[in-house]
């Protein structure tokens, strides 16, 4: 093998693993319930059409899961869930929603990283209360 053959080839691998480091997972109307049933999840209702304004740090968030909910096609799950402004972070417990983070008038989510983070940070505390 030529020395820059393994180059691309080590660059490639290099760049599918970051690609995949740094996703979440998109979820559906079929398996929505089972992936909040479990443990602290955070998930954030996206639009295509609004990607310039998507919560960029969801995938960095710390102990728990992350997930996106495409409402282009899943509007029932928008509704059940009373999402009226993308994007819409909610962080499940178990299933119960805990905190919900939206977006302001222009379409961006007005809280942050730390902000999200915190709300996870004092659920897992409070599990050894």
């Given at each position: 093998?030529?020395?820059?053959?393994?180059?691309?080839?080590?660059?490639?691998?290099?760049?599918?693993?970051?690609l995949?480091?740094?996703s979440?997972?998109?979820?559906?109307?079929?398996?929505?319930?089972?992936?909040?049933?479990?443990?602290?999840?955070?998930?954030?209702?996206?639009?295509?059409?609004?990607?310039?304004?998507?919560?960029?740090?969801?995938?960095?968030?710390?102990?728990?899961?992350?997930?996106?909910?495409?409402?282009?096609?899943?509007?029932?799950?928008?509704?059940?869930?009373?999402?009226?402004?993308?994007?819409?972070?909610?962080?499940?417990?178990?299933?119960?929603?805990?905190?919900?983070?939206?977006?302001?008038?222009?379409?961006?989510?007005?809280?942050?990283?730390?902000?999200?983070?915190?709300?996870?940070?004092?659920?897992?505390?409070?599990?050894?209360?």
């Amino acid at each position: 093998m030529k020395y820059l053959d393994l180059k691309l080839l080590i660059t490639f691998i290099l760049l599918l693993y970051a690609l995949t480091a740094t996703s979440q997972d998109f979820i559906s109307e079929d398996n929505f319930n089972q992936k909040i049933a479990k443990d602290i999840v955070a998930v954030e209702f996206w639009v295509d059409w609004n990607a310039s304004n998507e919560f960029t740090d969801l995938s960095s968030l710390n102990d728990c899961s992350k997930y996106r909910v495409d409402i282009g096609k899943y509007p029932k799950l928008q509704d059940k869930y009373s999402v009226i402004s993308i994007p819409t972070v909610i962080i499940f417990e178990s299933g119960e929603e805990k905190e919900r983070f939206q977006a302001n008038i222009m379409f961006e989510l007005d809280a942050n990283k730390k902000d999200v983070q915190k709300s996870i940070d004092q659920l897992m505390i409070a599990k050894f209360n």
